[in-house]
């Protein structure tokens, strides 16, 4: 097998606030080949972002980032500054949640579209001109050379996520990194965005790092899904495989929460208890223990390394779910009405 | 979509809360133009139910929501809540009614006075009503909301809005809601902005809170699986008219408009059995300044015809309680399952 075109190993990065230091990844690693697409899922201060912007070299300076980056054979923490220049935005290119920020409201579209080309590729005005009005086409802009000469606000939502997609494309980056790029759209605009990316990337065998907070979506679209969960990968499988047979305590706790539409009306979700640890102040075991119905007392004492269950398959939890010592360790707790980490498993109060 | 006619009303029923006809609302656009936010919705809810609103941006389901609480009036129409008709209320008389129709929005931070104490924000209402007279009855009532709600009063009460997260403070929300005893809360994307593990929790509440206060709830989402999980009644909105109205669990199997079949389509579940329905929802939604003559669905419709183009259809009961307003609505007998993954 060859190296992998992304690698990330062991990577760490906090920010130094006013209140103390803020772990925000800690010890993650990622291996991603050539034309596959990750599916990065979690929560809000997961980590997720983070993890992306660091690559992206996109950190504030407030950041201090250890752990290993490389792309294509190329550590991307000591980029040589000519290299540099014309790496992020060509090679690695980024899509953001909000089109309506990512644009600039007082420029044209074409203009914004044929900027990077200009600049990176030495096109000349007409070079960049058709290329643009030939991606606004290819991302499904109807009118291509009308739009050229919009500007932002003239277009709805969906039209302008395109924009932002043919200007990440100009390019031609062989990695694509689309941080939440549905989010802010209706659901019937994310099918056609996401369906157009997943063309996209198969035409130009392209990677992706796709982040969502949506587990359908990250089910349809990855080759592979990562878990994250304060700042930690929880688990990591192929998405052909997670859903059926997840493993980690807090991926089967989020996939239970979410409604289904399958079930009839007014079916009783199963929340999370509590919420996600304090990044300032982390527990010392493993971060998922305090909501977690499994915990015992090792759970709060080390924390588990990720560890590889099967192929492409990884798991961080010391009872993974299905395990005859998980099934012992619930029912246990069950029969006390508290975990070992004191999650009261029969009180539906807050805990402030 | 047309959704025009008074057939989706129960008038057999007795126990009617809200009975909203021909709805209209708009707003002024600048240069004499007018945007047509909502066009002659007539629906209505029963005492207890929860009517879902769906439909994408621009659909007019929030308008709609809030016409019904007069916020703002409607341009026309009637909206008759409990043997009152609101749209003729005036001042003082108004206002009486309102603490019986309260609001939840979907930020649950810019939504709460940072400036206040959790207490002073939940009370407020309490105050205004002239609850004041009986301090001890107002501090009793806002501990009583707040503990319903899942907060411990004593330390909930003393803290300021920042000081919670995302889901806690959409609790603070429903809490201030509930604390005049209204009997309806129109609920606007309430969990959009919440984390799935905490919307569920928020879901939860708003059933509890259901069941132990008697209310009524207009929930609008664009998340369908949600909108599914809380409501009785599920109303599909267009361009400021409706399409399609049903109980939940009839309009999920056996979707009829094109519109709903497609809204169903985009659902992110591997094997959607009708993705390709969303396929076909192509361009734009139509600007609702010029809305399409006839059924203003038709521009994206793949079952358009001349007379989608030319005459508004009407609402009609195509199976018991399930009302659609279509020329070409997709009636089956195989109801449709879109599997979870």
Wanted: a negative charge; hydrophobic letters at 40%; one cysteine or more.
């Amino acid at each position: 097998m060859s190296e992998p075109q992304l690698k990330v190993e062991d990577l760490r990065v906090a920010f130094a606030t006013p209140r103390g230091s803020v772990q925000a990844i800690d010890g993650l690693n990622i291996s991603l080949e050539q034309g596959e697409t990750l599916a990065i899922v979690g929560e809000s201060g997961s980590g997720k972002s983070v993890t992306v912007r660091t690559v992206m070299n996109l950190l504030p300076s407030t950041a201090s980032i250890e752990g290993n980056i490389t792309f294509d054979g190329l550590d991307l923490r000591n980029v040589p500054k000519d290299r540099a220049k014309h790496l992020w935005g060509v090679d690695v290119a980024m899509i953001f949640q909000d089109p309506m920020t990512s644009l600039n409201p007082v420029k044209r579209i074409g203009s914004q579209i044929t900027e990077s080309m200009r600049y990176h590729l030495k096109y000349s005005k007409g070079q960049a001109k058709a290329k643009a009005i030939e991606l606004l086409t290819q991302v499904g802009i109807p009118e291509p050379e009308k739009r050229m000469r919009q500007y932002p606000h003239e277009l709805s939502g969906g039209m302008r996520q395109r924009v932002v997609i043919a200007m990440a494309l100009a390019c031609e980056p062989k990695l694509l990194i689309a941080d939440e790029p549905t989010t802010a759209l209706d659901v019937t605009v994310q099918k056609h965005i996401l369906d157009l990316l997943g063309e996209l990337q198969r035409e130009r065998g392209m990677s992706m790092i796709l982040i969502t907070h949506d587990l359908g979506v990250a089910g349809g679209r990855a080759d592979q899904i990562a878990v994250m969960y304060a700042g930690r990968i929880m688990e990591e499988a192929p998405a052909s495989t997670i859903f059926s047979s997840m493993r980690h305590p807090y991926t089967e706790a989020l996939f239970e929460s979410i409604p289904s539409v399958s079930d009839p009306s007014h079916t009783r979700l199963t929340p999370i208890p509590g919420r996600p640890p304090d990044l300032l102040n982390l527990p010392t075991g493993c971060r998922y223990a305090a909501r977690c119905r499994y915990a015992q007392v090792s759970c709060t004492e080390a924390l588990p390394s990720l560890e590889s269950i099967g192929t492409n398959h990884s798991v961080a939890c010391y009872l993974p779910v299905g395990s005859s010592a998980a099934i012992d360790a619930r029912a246990q707790n069950e029969a006390a009405g508290v975990t070992a980490a004191g999650l009261d498993l029969h009180s539906n109060m807050e805990i402030l | 979509m047309a959704g025009s006619g008074h057939a989706p009303l129960r008038d057999d029923r007795d126990d009617i809360l809200i009975r909203v006809k021909d709805l209209v609302m708009e707003f002024p656009a600048g240069g004499g133009k007018v945007v047509h936010a909502v066009s002659g919705v007539t629906f209505d809810v029963a005492e207890g139910e929860t009517l879902g609103l769906v439909g994408e941006s621009g659909s007019g389901k929030s308008t709609t929501a809030k016409a019904v609480i007069q916020l703002p009036r409607p341009t026309s129409g009637s909206v008759w809540f409990r043997g009152q008709e609101l749209t003729e209320l005036k001042g003082e008389a108004l206002r009486k009614v309102r603490p019986e129709l309260q609001m939840i929005f979907q930020d649950p931070i810019s939504s709460l006075n940072p400036r206040r104490k959790v207490s002073d924000v939940v009370g407020e209402g309490i105050r205004v009503w002239g609850g004041s007279t009986d301090g001890q009855f107002t501090e009793a009532r806002i501990n009583e909301i707040l503990e319903a709600v899942g907060l411990d009063p004593k330390i909930a009460g003393e803290r300021y809005p920042h000081e919670f997260s995302g889901g806690q403070a959409q609790r603070i929300s429903v809490a201030r809601s509930l604390v005049l005893d209204p009997k309806v809360i129109v609920c606007d994307e309430p969990v959009s902005a919440l984390d799935v593990s905490v919307q569920a929790q928020i879901l939860n509440l708003l059933e509890d809170m259901k069941e132990r206060y008697g209310l009524t709830l207009l929930f609008i989402s664009h998340d369908l699986s949600v909108v599914k999980n809380i409501s009785d009644r599920v109303a599909v909105m267009y361009l400021g008219k409706l399409c399609e109205i049903s109980p939940s669990d009839e309009l999920y199997a056996n979707p009829a408009h094109p519109y709903t079949r497609a809204l169903l389509g985009a659902i992110p579940e591997p094997d959607n059995p009708l993705a390709a329905e969303a396929e076909t929802l192509s361009g734009e939604l139509p600007s609702p300044i010029t809305p399409p003559p006839g059924c203003r669905f038709h521009t994206r419709c793949k079952y358009a015809t001349d007379k989608c183009r030319e005459d508004e259809p009407q609402m009609e009961e195509i199976r018991p309680d399930h009302f659609v307003a279509c020329w070409h609505p997709v009636i089956t007998d195989n109801p449709v399952t879109i599997k979870a993954s």
